[in-house]
């Protein structure tokens, strides 16, 4: 299983990127994704996930602002940033693990449930 983030990078505050996932070698019809971040010196925290059927959550500190979404055609997950602000920065991280319920990805220590990771895209936003 692989996956690759790309779509992040520099933007000032009030922007907006879109960070897109693309995972191969999945083998579970069943499943949870969820992306994450992770800022210097800070645990890795659950940004917003979204599961198999196409249930949806997100972290507090994003509702409004992104959306998560999937092509599932391509295996593809986005993440839709918009009204970003500095303490966005950070690496985010798209994963995905057997169906898991979908709080989990926002839940503290949420990270731990998933086992496949990508390697990060970083965003950087400059107020």
């Known amino acids: 299983v692989q996956l690759a983030e790309s779509g992040g990078g520099s933007v000032e505050a009030g922007g907006t990127l879109r960070l897109s996932c693309e995972v191969s070698?999945?083998?579970?019809?069943?499943?949870?994704m969820g992306w994450f971040r992770q800022a210097p010196g800070k645990e890795r925290e659950g940004v917003a996930g979204?599961?198999?059927?196409?249930?949806?959550v997100y972290a507090d500190s994003v509702k409004g602002r992104f959306t998560i979404s999937k092509d599932n055609t391509k295996m593809t997950l986005y993440l839709q940033m918009n009204s970003l602000n500095s303490e966005d920065t950070a690496m985010y991280y798209c994963?995905?693990?057997?169906?898991?319920?979908?709080?989990?990805?926002?839940?503290?220590?949420?990270?731990?449930?998933?086992?496949?990771w990508g390697q990060g895209t970083q965003v950087t936003v400059s107020s």
């Open positions: 994963a995905i693990e057997g169906f898991r319920p979908v709080s989990m990805v926002v839940a503290v220590n949420g990270a731990n449930a998933f086992g496949y």
């Open positions: 070698g999945w083998f579970d019809n069943s499943y949870t």
């Open positions: 979204i599961d198999s059927n196409g249930m949806t």
